[in-house]
């Protein structure tokens, strides 16, 4: 299941928590970045692909309805949070999927999260078969040690979980210290050319030379630098079917 990548945009930390928590409980959902305004929301929408945007609408400098208007047509499905009722007709306007009122309560949540789900599937649905093919992305932007670095997604090898934190590991040897969820990482990925191969480890799948049987229905990943890894029971079957095995 293609998951949710979504991006909670409140200058409210209390807020912003709130959110989290009640996403936190759903498995579709990625939480891809957690902004305290628009401008970094701006940084974040640059640097991955979101689905579902949940926005506050006062907020210091550039406001919830101001930074909508600096988004091109490809924007995502949004949701409105606030603590004011004076906008819920202008975010209708602007095609808001819904207006959620604080304090909501999770019920009430887990409607407009079941709407948002059928609206983000509706548009995966209606992407044109031969239409313009979608953005590939070549770098993966990373904020480590104060810089951004922008990696190259070819020269990665594998990234691995680190507590709070997830390493990724390239080709030359470097590695990055990275802090940030594996759910939230692998949303930032394509697909189609990394994948899951246990619960701590995403793989390039261009850097695999061999898969060898091991323990328990698990296998050896060898790359062709020569590192190993363990793809686990869980996550054999897609692994398995990308080979054709």
């Keep these: 299941m293609e998951q949710i990548r979504v991006l909670i945009v409140d200058d409210e930390r209390l807020s912003r928590q709130r959110l989290r928590r ?12 957690e ?25 210091p ?12 047509d490809g924007r995502p499905v949004v949701v409105f949070v606030t603590a004011y009722d004076d906008y819920a007709v202008r975010a209708f306007d602007v095609r808001a999927l819904d207006y959620l ?23 995966r649905s209606s992407r044109p078969a031969g239409g313009v093919a979608p953005l ?17 997604m070819e020269e990665i090898d594998s990234i691995e979980a680190a507590d709070n934190y997830v390493r990724i590991h390239m080709g030359s040897g470097e590695a990055h210290l ?14 189609a050319r990394f994948l899951r191969i246990h619960r701590s480890t995403i793989v390039n799948v261009a850097r695999v030379r ?15 630098n020569g590192r190993q890894l363990t793809l686990s029971r869980s996550y054999r079957d897609n692994v398995l079917r990308l080979a054709g095995v």
């Design 22 to 33: 009640l996403l936190a409980a759903e498995p579709d959902i990625a939480i891809v970045a």
């Design 210 to 224: 061999e898969l060898r049987p091991w323990f328990h229905g698990d296998y050896i990943v060898l790359l062709a």
């Design 61 to 72: 400098q550039m406001d919830g309805f101001q930074f909508l208007d600096s988004l091109d």
């Design 35 to 59: 902004c305290g305004n628009a401008a970094a929301a701006l940084e974040a929408l640059a640097a991955r692909h979101v689905d579902l945007l949940f926005l506050d609408v006062q907020m």
């Design 101 to 123: 009122l604080k304090p909501f309560e999770p019920a009430r949540f887990a409607k407009t999260l079941e709407r948002a789900r059928q609206e983000v599937e509706l548009r």
């Design 178 to 191: 990275v802090r940030e969820t594996m759910n939230a990482m692998q949303a930032r990925l394509d697909p």
């Design 136 to 152: 590939v992305r070549t770098h993966l932007p990373v904020k480590t040690s104060g810089r951004i670095l922008f990696l190259r």
